[in-house]
């Protein structure tokens, strides 16, 4: 639903906006997260995913999340399987194009225990930017026609006051927490991401608060010799967390490629099991380890070693 | 030119990417599309841009490392620029975006697609992973292609769902529902090319592939198709364009046949 202005402006008000150290410990920072917050989260489909926090949101059993995201990949099923979220807002569902259609998305959707509120790619972009904007919609030519418009929540026509042409208006999204992973942020939350900037400006400035994981923590002399390079001002942000290979097994741009590898094994057991095999992954990867170092571990040393080396690659071309 | 064989994904991929023009912009998506756009670069389209939903602007992309997602870095490789899923997505709005590559599980006589849902969409027999960037795309960009495998569970009377617009339900029927540009320009199968009927928006054959009889398409497609009394045969793939496709995909990753 598209929240009222005041709402909107009464939450920043309350923010502590001032120049000061967030930096925190995973466990903290995914302890800002309610029950039935509504989480969007970074990146988009095996690209930039915060898996790290994505991974302790399971582990900390939140339940009844809205969970939203430019495009969902295997980050999806986990939250589906271990019962943290009943209702995704999504433009695409499935690990990727190869893997075939997720089971475990079908699974919930079809036997009507999960939501899948489905919008176009781009009108999803909007919904983010009119929330990041302050607005309660924007006028868009897309959606029109289709049966996403009869199904999408709050989507609206009308005629152009200046021009007498069709527009859909795509209502604003205005998340509660936004996890986004980075390459680098300073202890204050001044986020320099690189690479393909995704959503993840605009759901910054979208959500009431901001969690961001960084692959590392950098000072703020650092960040102020390239400002240009910053996305995501200071004090948007509530929690900094430094957690190198924060994204596996998705990738993170310029620092490492998907562990292929393990997403294969992963749809291999998702695919022929369904969500009693996730729930295995589960038992293996989220819920045994004790930290996300101990995860990494599981993953393999060599695999972690190649992934990066063919990550870094961007770099020497 | 050649007998030399090829396969009716790889046919579908050649025909795809001579219906590219020189000096235009394309939005690729993942696959077969991303194969034809770089065919069509490398044989009469060297200007031709391509563009990724990721947020790609003409990338470099290599032979034999396709990559299976257009929204990771293997997609950013030496582009001209990178910017939010959003804004490339809105410059199709503006109408600098000449063709839109799209496919799906089902297409009607009208070139409306679905990726959403098979059967009834409150108690659908499967779910679909849904839109992605398809909706927008054939929202917005000038014309659009549409490559698919051509079996009559594909080609229907009447879409499930209407993820993706084409003609709607024919005739004006776009324009008034408030899209003023663009629609379906091109459907390429394994068995033949067609577009759409100037008035009353439905397909018709434009031509049929080597070998391809008419009775091959109606036995193939589940509504009645327009049929024009001339039907010219398209010229086969040149073992020039196999050869650039197999160096493309050299595992036949994308360009193996998924239909009967």
């Not at chain 2, 617009?165 to 529902?177: D, T, W």
């Not at chain 2, 196999?242 to 046949?257: A, F, G, V």
Request: glycine share 10%; hydrophobic share 35%; net charge neutral.
């Amino acid at each position: 639903m598209v929240r009222p202005y005041k709402d909107l402006r009464e939450f920043i008000d309350r923010k502590d906006r001032g120049l000061r150290e967030k930096v925190m410990s995973l466990e903290e920072a995914v302890g800002i997260i309610k029950d039935g917050d509504h989480v969007v989260s970074g990146g988009c489909h095996y690209s930039m995913t915060p898996m790290a926090a994505v991974w302790e949101i399971i582990r900390q059993k939140k339940k009844d999340l809205i969970y939203s995201r430019s495009i969902t990949s295997t980050d999806g099923d986990l939250l589906l399987v271990s019962g943290a979220t009943k209702h995704v807002i999504t433009s695409w569902f499935s690990p990727g194009v190869t893997w075939g259609v997720s089971r475990v998305m079908r699974y919930f959707m079809q036997q009507g225990l999960a939501t899948y509120e489905e919008w176009s790619h781009m009108s999803l972009g909007l919904r983010y930017r009119a929330g990041s904007m302050g607005i309660p919609f924007i006028p868009a030519r897309v959606m029109m026609g289709s049966d996403l418009f009869l199904r999408a929540p709050d989507i609206k026509e009308i005629v152009c006051p200046y021009t007498g042409e069709k527009l859909a208006l795509i209502p604003a999204l205005n998340p509660d927490v936004a996890i986004i992973h980075t390459q680098r942020c300073d202890p204050y939350g001044n986020v320099q991401k690189a690479g393909l900037p995704f959503m993840d400006q605009d759901i910054a400035m979208a959500a009431d608060r901001v969690i961001i994981t960084t692959e590392k923590i950098v000072s703020n002399d650092q960040v102020r010799r390239m400002p240009d390079r910053t996305s995501i001002p200071f004090f948007c942000v509530d929690a900094v967390v430094e957690v190198p290979y924060g994204c596996f097994p998705h990738e993170c741009y310029g620092e490492y490629e998907p562990l292929f590898s393990h997403i294969d094994d992963y749809v291999k057991v998702m695919m022929g099991q369904g969500p009693e095999g996730v729930k295995e992954y589960l038992h293996k990867y989220v819920y045994g380890p004790n930290t996300w170092n101990d995860y990494l571990e599981l993953l393999g040393s060599k695999n972690i070693v190649q992934a990066t080396v063919l990550g870094r690659a961007v770099y020497n071309d | 030119m050649t007998d030399e064989a090829y396969n009716t994904a790889e046919l579908v991929t050649v025909m795809s990417s001579r219906a590219l023009e020189d000096g235009k912009i394309v939005f690729g998506g993942a696959g077969m599309p991303l194969i034809s756009c770089i065919l069509a670069q490398r044989t009469h389209a060297p200007r031709l841009t391509i563009l990724f939903e990721g947020g790609v602007i003409g990338p470099h992309i290599v032979p034999g490392k396709l990559p299976p997602s257009t929204n990771e870095q293997r997609c950013a490789r030496r582009a001209n620029m990178l910017l939010p899923i959003t804004d490339i997505l809105l410059l199709q709005q503006r109408g600098y975006v000449d063709y839109g590559f799209l496919g799906g599980a089902q297409i009607d006589q009208y070139g409306n697609l679905n990726s959403s849902f098979i059967g009834d969409p409150e108690k659908p027999k499967v779910r679909l992973p849904g839109t992605g960037g398809a909706n927008d795309i054939a929202s917005l960009a000038s014309k659009i292609l549409v490559a698919m495998h051509h079996e009559k569970k594909r080609f229907v009377e009447k879409v499930d769902f209407i993820t993706t617009p084409g003609y709607l339900q024919g005739g004006n029927s776009r324009e008034k529902a408030g899209m003023l540009v663009g629609g379906v320009y091109q459907v390429i199968t394994h068995l033949g090319l067609f577009d759409f009927e100037e008035k009353t928006k439905r397909m018709r054959v434009a031509a049929l592939h080597p070998g391809v009889r008419i009775e091959d398409v109606k036995e193939r497609t589940g509504f009645e198709l327009v049929i024009p009394d001339n039907l010219p045969t398209t010229t086969p793939p040149s073992p020039e364009e196999l050869h650039i496709l197999r160096e493309l995909d050299p595992e036949k990753r994308y360009t193996t046949p998924k239909g009967d």
